[in-house]
């Protein structure tokens, strides 16, 4: 199982942190990964607590030294602005075994790492947030998660009224903003190298008081900062690019449980697609059936 983030400990951990770690974990998340490459002191007064909760802080991360949370900063930062020829393997040639076994087992492997990292409670939330029919839904996603934004929207719009997928350009997303309110939900999908303009209409939907859902790979987009949920999705394969697969996982995961919390609902909703009334479709079968059946007779 590849190391969680940083940013990722802060947000399982919160339960637990006193109020005065809880202030340096929000203050952290507030300026990622910036604030903790600070020195000790800088971050106590920026975060309004003293060096020592900063210490303690640290240490109830899981981490031995100052300087070992700075280090572990550090490795996330260069593994979040990658491009895809740093994360070509050196030497292609030598590996053992077929290539494609080996691949969907990396993918396996992200999906057991995803499913062990994503807290259940935090799944619990997001999944009865989606299905809230009295929330209007946003969904947004980037370059390349685009197609994963649409694929989740595409589904939920059966199953509840008041779904969008908004425009992948920013100037559209930008109109389109001015329909979010107080009470819906925006569910972004953001992984490296991360968008600015997400970030900036995440900060936006937050500002018009929108509850943020983000789905995002292990080292966490700056969107988090705005998020109230987080999802950390495993994308390295170990190649030149990284993989969208857990994403599409967990959207069938969510879907399959929004469903669930509201069957009767979705139910007659998906009849009503697929043009079959809810208590005769059977009935109305049989009967054309027995209909041609006489006449042939």
């Known amino acids: ?31 990622y990964p910036t604030l903790g490459l600070a020195p000790v002191a800088e971050f106590a007064t920026r975060s309004r607590t ?27 930062l260069s593994e979040r602005i990658k491009t895809p020829l740093e994360k070509t393997p050196a030497s292609t040639s030598k590996r053992c075994g077929a290539f494609l076994p080996r691949f969907t087992a990396k993918l396996v492997e992200n999906l057991n790492d995803t499913v062990m990292r994503v807290p259940q409670a935090e799944f619990e939330a997001v999944c009865a947030l989606i299905a809230d029919r009295r929330r209007n839904l946003h969904v947004v996603g980037g370059r390349f998660t685009d197609s994963v934004a649409a694929y989740l929207a595409a589904h939920l719009r059966i199953v509840r009224p008041g779904v969008r997928k908004l425009e992948e350009r920013p100037a559209s997303r930008a109109d389109q903003q001015l329909d979010i309110g107080a009470r819906d939900t925006v569910v972004m999908f953001d992984i490296r190298r991360y968008d600015p303009d997400l970030e900036r209409f995440a900060a936006a939907a937050r500002k018009r008081r929108a509850t943020v859902v983000l789905l995002t790979d292990i080292w966490i987009s700056p969107v988090a900062r705005h998020a109230r949920h987080v999802l950390p999705c495993a994308i390295e394969t170990g190649s ?10 967990m959207c069938e995961a969510m879907i399959a449980r929004a469903t669930e919390a509201d069957w009767n609902a979705a139910k007659s909703r998906i009849e009503s697609a697929e043009g079959v009334s809810p208590t005769s479709g059977d009935a109305k079968s049989k009967k054309r059936l027995s209909a041609r059946s006489r006449g042939r007779s």
């Open 50 to 76: 003293s060096a020592a909760t900063v210490l303690r802080f640290v240490a109830q991360l899981g981490y031995a030294s100052y300087p070992d949370f700075q280090r572990r900063l550090r490795e996330e």
């Open 240 to 249: 030149t690019w990284d993989s969208s697969a857990v994403l599409f996982a």
């Open 1 to 31: 199982m590849a190391q969680a983030s940083v940013e990722t400990k802060v947000h399982s951990a919160m339960a637990r942190f006193t109020s005065a770690e809880a202030r340096a974990a929000r203050a952290l998340l507030g300026d």
